[in-house]
């Protein structure tokens, strides 16, 4: 195995704020394989050469003034305007990317769910440096596999912010079964609005998770209120069927334990630490939603991408039924629900047959309070109500692990060569989070192998649910599940997923709830050389 760097310092390249030298020295170069580490020319991925197609674009992450249709928010984004800038390439093409820092902070950008090469996938510390203030850095990679995924920073807190965009990749033998195709994004909003993300975190961790302050809820532990009781096991079928269809009698709520106020889900458990002011769909507040237009009897293909930080939702279009086609970009066995449960990093593909009217498209922030909220017009009809809740919201709502992945894209029937175990726990008081009982800082990297199958099985100790993300590969869900690279895992159970380690390097593997992630609960998986 080659050397690792300290962990101490991978932290901070994470952090993206302190504990680095000077990038300036980086400025417009790729990031040099270190010795032990596999470099360009012997990771997975397209070839380029032959009729490949090249994109190239700019991202300016900046100051930015943003409106959220009312709330005008001083905050950091990619454009005026949120989702940043789409991506859209074909499965196949060469994608170039110059990142120009104009923030007053380091920064980088991690293509969330695309199998690249290992130095192009944008953690700081990890596979490059972190991109310093006034720098340049260009992002160079060969997209594999169609698909909806997104990109944001990887760099403290950022994501909490406005830096996130969606990468769609086509698939060019795709015939297309649908008339319209709309990109939903959804966000937990907080900057702007008198705190900063890292002001949030810096609460928690003074407080350990106590007290009634701005901007925080705790769900920690346990309590007798409204849903403390996890949903079905994420690691097989569930419900009636054999699929997770989860029966859902309302949002959860905030339950009380001594002065400390939680946020709890009949299907998640304990579901987030901060309670936000707004929660946005593609920039927007339900009092000024985004539209959709499309004729009667259309189809309509959504693409649905969950950029919070710490909230799960709970999504549904009123009147109708949606039936899921892919998850995490890949295809699954299409099966049809009137809800479904995305956590943090996680997306969906939905296609749905249009009725006649407006209809609302409703995120609801599962075990907090408020939603996210578009309309679907196809004719005339009065605009509903920014809190309108669709009765398909509490009936069967669907969680994507349980779908079984289309034929084309299963995994193999094989016997893992290597199982890592990985606990998840964590406490409030201390504000710490921990994956086989250590940080990040703390820890020592999980050995893979080129060529094995490897098995990790998440383990959940703590009373909190984690979406965790895998990168650089597409797992399946044990069992024949679905190929996915982001899983919920909720309170007392494990969620096994298995993956083909044939994309060499030094990958991340954490909780996509950022302020988990940021305070410990992270690891790494080091192939050997």
Not at 273 to 281: A, G, M, N, T
Not at 368 to 384: E, F
């Amino acid at each position: 195995m080659g050397p690792t760097i300290s962990r101490r310092r991978l932290l901070a390249g994470v952090a993206g704020a302190a504990g680095l030298a000077s990038t300036a020295a980086w400025n417009g170069r790729t990031f040099a394989p270190q010795p032990g580490q596999v470099g360009p020319d012997l990771v997975s991925g397209v070839d380029a050469g032959g009729d490949q197609a090249e994109l190239t674009t700019t991202l300016r992450p900046r100051r930015v003034t943003i409106d959220l249709g009312g709330p005008q928010v001083r905050t950091w984004g990619y454009a005026e305007d949120l989702p940043g800038p789409l991506i859209r390439a074909r499965a196949g093409d060469l994608v170039r990317v110059d990142l120009v820092n104009e923030l007053p902070v380091d920064t980088s950008v991690h293509w969330h769910g695309i199998a690249l090469r290992n130095d192009m996938d944008g953690v700081p510390g990890l596979t490059q440096p972190p991109i310093g203030v006034d720098c340049r850095y260009t992002y160079e990679f060969t997209v594999p596999d169609p698909g909806t995924y997104f990109y944001h920073p990887h760099s403290g807190l950022q994501l909490d912010r406005g830096l996130y965009g969606v990468l769609v990749v086509e698939d060019p033998h795709e015939t297309g079964r649908y008339d319209h195709e709309w990109i939903v994004v959804l966000d937990d909003w907080i900057d702007g609005t008198g705190r900063t993300p890292e002001e949030v975190l810096a609460a928690l961790r003074e407080t350990g998770g106590h007290g009634d302050m701005p901007g925080m809820d705790h769900g920690a532990t346990h309590g007798e209120g409204d849903g403390g009781t996890p949903g079905p096991d994420h690691g097989g079928p569930a419900g009636t069927g054999g699929h997770g269809g989860m029966d859902a009698a309302g949002p959860g709520g905030h339950g009380d334990m001594g002065g400390m106020e939680m946020m709890t889900s009949p299907l998640l458990g304990g579901a987030g630490d901060v309670s936000y002011p707004h929660h946005l769909v593609n920039g927007r507040i339900p009092a000024a939603p985004r539209t959709f237009r499309a004729r009667p009897g259309q189809r309509a293909r959504i693409r649905v991408i969950n950029a919070g930080a710490d909230t799960a939702y709970r999504l549904a279009l009123g009147g109708h039924r949606l039936t899921v086609t892919h998850t995490d970009g890949f295809p699954v066995q299409p099966f049809d629900t009137d809800a479904l449960l995305l956590g943090m990093g996680e997306r969906v593909d939905v296609e749905v047959e249009l009725g006649d009217g407006v209809f609302p498209l409703v995120a609801a922030a599962e075990g907090k309070i408020g939603q996210g909220l578009a309309l679907v017009r196809t004719g005339a009809g009065r605009t509903p109500l920014a809190t309108v809740r669709p009765a398909e919201l509490d009936r069967r709502v669907l969680d994507t692990a349980s779908l079984r992945a289309a034929d084309r894209v299963a995994l193999t029937d094989r016997r893992p060569d290597r199982v890592h175990q990985m606990q998840l726990d964590g406490s409030m008081a201390p504000y710490r989070w921990t994956i086989n009982g250590a940080t990040f800082d703390e820890a020592e990297p999980l050995p893979i192998e080129h060529g094995e199958r490897v098995r990790l099985e998440f383990v959940n100790r703590s009373d909190m649910f984690h979406p965790m993300h895998l990168h650089g590969h597409t797992f399946a869900v044990a069992g024949g599940g679905a190929r996915k690279d982001t899983v919920i895992v909720v309170p007392d159970r494990t969620v096994a997923v298995e993956f083909d380690a044939d994309n060499p390097g030094r990958w991340m593997a954490h909780c996509h709830n950022a302020y988990h992630a940021e305070s410990g609960m992270m690891a790494t998986l080091t192939y050997r050389a």
